[in-house]
């Protein structure tokens, strides 16, 4: 080329010809390759298909609010059939209330719905604006559908920005986290969907923090006992959160699958992956038992919270973020008593227990020390040199020991005691006795600690004519069960009543099976005289747990202790029975050995899932039971305590069971509470085998009513630069 240039133009102009020329060619190939470059994947397309309801989300967190409910498809979420008026009170008369008015508005619609899908011609304007809502013809089977998936969403605005309120205090050191794992920083706005950053929050099912993490799942990332709990601590559990999403996003490779396997579960997502391959499609046709509404709009929720997180100010105008507060980390070097410790810094534990949201109430109260190693916040003002030394006098070598004392025959509130060395009156309190000392046998009591700070209590109370009832039920029930055993019937099936109505047969039927229940309007203060209560009341031997027992709401009713040792071989075998909410791995951890070793003892294989009553076989030295039992003991009230710090039970009602009702659907889906709690409201019925048409007694729950996304805002966090064979009468017992 530059041959034939020189020979036409001459050799001194040649070369500018040649640069030029090469730099015409270059320009135009680097236009080409930047033209066939891709351009840069969307960490978070908004697909076509979830466009209307990110829209919907975006309402419902900006134009909606806690007085207003939304009723629409469960499926179609743009098809909005209308906005309810609902009492904005954060209070039990106004939830009862709502929830009259939602099922009021939904049976309206479906009954509209229903004639629709029958052929009625739509006369009234209410069933005139339905019926426009389906377009041109569509077949009765659309309607009777629409019936189905009908659905209220109540309006979230106050929630949503009081936690981007609450997120300024967080949301910088959040973001440096994210980045510093290399994940996209936006990831910082699921806590809008899953808590909007309130540190307290904590769901009907477990799930605890802003990034509301279940036990399961938070133990594989971060300390969760019952003295620690870091999935409340916002810093610990977002390094958490990075690291479980990066999982997620290395096994899925996409983020819209990995934000849904969130909330599905990473299997769960996986096997939908593998069914339809790409999002959109699992969007609009995967079909499962567990991929219902939250997790089909798991994604959409977040992509409305990062809209509207992102440009708050549009939606909320301008508004006084928290501010990060920095503070001071003391690593203790032992084991050290909150109260002591804020008295010797002047502190006031309610300030130590805000800025230290990991340690759990047991710290507190003073049944458990600070742990040893835990990495204590401290204002500001408070140097590291002055912890030290004020924290160095308080020091002790081990942990308080957790006590708890499963009442046998003969057993006596006095008794039992005088058997621990604790006083009557914080014995009562402590397990929210009524002021007769009233004991049961299998019942689970726990044992003060020394300089425990004990509160009175509401205790349930029942009353005198509701006990006789209940004692008549009972033998009542005792003469149907001899008969049914008679006739060769299952027995405890439910069988009419032909004395009584037949809109009184249910709690005739509950009555005579189930143990007393109390609203909270029955209820009393515990008042404790101990030198009363020293007389023949606390004398009292512990009854039969009949249905005249009350339901006990402050510890743990399941029996924890080791049932038998067994001898296989040279090997000692201890047998527990399996209580709700233990798995095969919560043993593993509590013995400190492999899964697969509980596994090949029980002769079960992997994947089978074991039941409320089975009996386990754990390998277990003699000189460990103390500490299993403790653990497990300990596993139940701490899921017991949180639960009760965020709810109450507002009344009680009875299910009766429908065909391919399984225990797993009617708790989540039916009824909406733990699996543990609805045992405590029927010790007596085998749970694992529902029957249709059976009674089931379970309590409505609602929240305390404490607005602690208000009570407790928190202000920042810093940069951070684990049996013997049982007497007849068991010895006083001590677990670290």
């Known amino acids: 080329m530059a041959v034939l240039i020189r020979r036409f133009v001459g050799p001194y102009i040649c070369i500018p010809l040649i640069a030029g020329f090469i730099l015409m060619t270059g320009s135009s190939s680097m236009a080409t390759t930047s033209r066939s470059q891709p351009a840069q994947k969307e960490d978070f397309p908004v697909y076509t298909v979830i466009k209307p309801n990110v829209d919907f989300w975006i309402d419902i967190f900006t134009k909606y609010s806690r007085g207003d409910g939304v009723l629409h498809d469960r499926w179609s979420l743009s098809r909005i059939y209308e906005r309810i008026a609902l009492d904005p009170a954060k209070t039990r008369k106004a939830a009862r209330k709502n929830r009259k008015i939602k099922k009021k508005a939904l049976d309206r619609y479906k009954a509209i719905l229903l004639n629709l899908a029958r052929g009625k011609v739509p006369t009234t304007t209410e069933e005139k604006n339905v019926a426009a809502l389906f377009g041109k013809n569509p077949s009765p089977e659309v309607f009777k559908q629409a019936a189905r998936n009908l659905r209220i969403q109540t309006g979230l605005k106050q929630q949503f920005k009081e936690g981007m309120i609450r997120s300024g205090a967080l949301m910088d050191e959040c973001k440096r986290i994210f980045r510093s794992y290399g994940l996209p920083e936006d990831l910082v706005y699921l806590p809008c969907v899953e808590s909007s950053f309130d540190v307290t929050a904590y769901s009907k099912f477990g799930a605890a923090g802003i990034w509301q993490f279940t036990r399961g799942t938070g133990k594989l990332y971060m300390e969760i006992g019952y003295v620690v709990d870091q999935r409340r601590d916002p810093i610990a559990s977002t390094h958490g959160a990075a690291r479980l999403l990066k999982r997620n996003y290395a096994e899925l490779g996409e983020w819209p699958l990995a934000l849904t396997a969130y909330n599905h579960g990473l299997n769960g997502m996986k096997r939908a992956k593998k069914q339809k391959g790409t999002y959109p499609k699992i969007y609009t046709s995967y079909c499962s038992r567990a991929f219902n509404f939250p997790s089909r709009n798991f994604y959409s929720e977040f992509l409305a919270a990062r809209q509207v997180g992102k440009h708050y100010k549009a939606y909320f105008g301008n ?208 008042k404790i005289k101990p030198g009363k209560m020293a007389g023949r009341e606390a004398e009292r031997q512990a009854n039969p747990a009949d249905a005249a027992a009350g339901v006990n709401l402050t510890t743990a009713t399941c029996d924890l202790r080791i049932q038998k040792i067994i001898q296989r071989k040279k090997t000692a075998l201890r047998i527990i029975h399996v209580a709700p909410g233990e798995t095969l791995g919560h043993y593993a951890d509590w013995l400190g050995i492999a899964t697969r070793k509980i596994r090949k003892v029980n002769c079960l294989t992997f994947g089978r899932p074991i039941s409320i009553g089975q009996e386990i076989r754990i390998p277990l030295p003699e000189k460990g039971s103390d500490r299993f039992e403790a653990q497990r003991y300990e596993f139940h009230q701490e899921i017991l305590e949180d639960f009760f710090d965020s709810f109450l039970v507002a009344g009680v009602e009875i299910y009766e069971v429908k065909a391919g009702d399984t225990l797993w659907s009617l708790c989540v889906n039916e009824l909406k509470i733990p699996l543990w709690l609805l045992r405590k409201y029927n010790p007596a019925m085998d749970l694992n085998a529902l029957r249709p048409r059976q009674k089931i007694l379970y309590p409505l729950i609602s929240p305390t009513g404490v607005d602690t996304s208000l009570n407790f805002r928190i202000k920042a966090m810093p940069r951070v630069k684990r049996q013997r064979h049982h007497a007849p009468r068991p010895k006083a017992r001590g677990f670290g």
């Open 319 to 526: 508004l006084n973020l928290d501010k990060p507060v920095k503070y001071t980390l003391f690593t203790t070097n032992g084991f050290v008593p909150a109260t002591e410790l804020a008295r010797g810094l002047g502190l006031d534990l309610a300030s130590l227990k805000q800025m230290n949201p990991a340690l759990r109430k047991p710290v507190f109260d003073g049944r458990k020390y600070i742990p040893k190693g835990f990495d204590l916040r401290l204002p500001k003002g408070i140097s590291t040199e002055a912890a030290t030394r004020v924290a160095s006098g308080l020091y002790r070598k081990k942990q308080k020991p957790s006590k708890f004392h499963v009442v046998w025959k003969g057993d006596t509130a006095g008794a039992i005691a005088r058997l621990h060395k604790v006083s009557l009156s914080d014995l009562i309190m402590a397990n929210a006795l009524d002021r007769r000392a009233t004991i049961y046998i299998g019942q689970t009591l726990r044992i003060p600690a020394a300089g425990e700070a004990i509160l009175k209590k509401k205790v349930a109370v029942v009353p005198g004519k509701r006990k006789a009832e209940m004692a008549k039920a009972v033998k009542v029930a005792a003469i149907k069960k001899e008969k049914l055993k008679a006739g060769g019937k299952p027995v405890g099936s439910p069988e009419p009543d032909t004395d009584s109505k037949p809109e009184e047969a249910p709690a005739a039927i509950a009555k005579a099976n189930q143990p007393a229940l109390t609203t909270p309007a029955q209820t009393e203060e515990v």
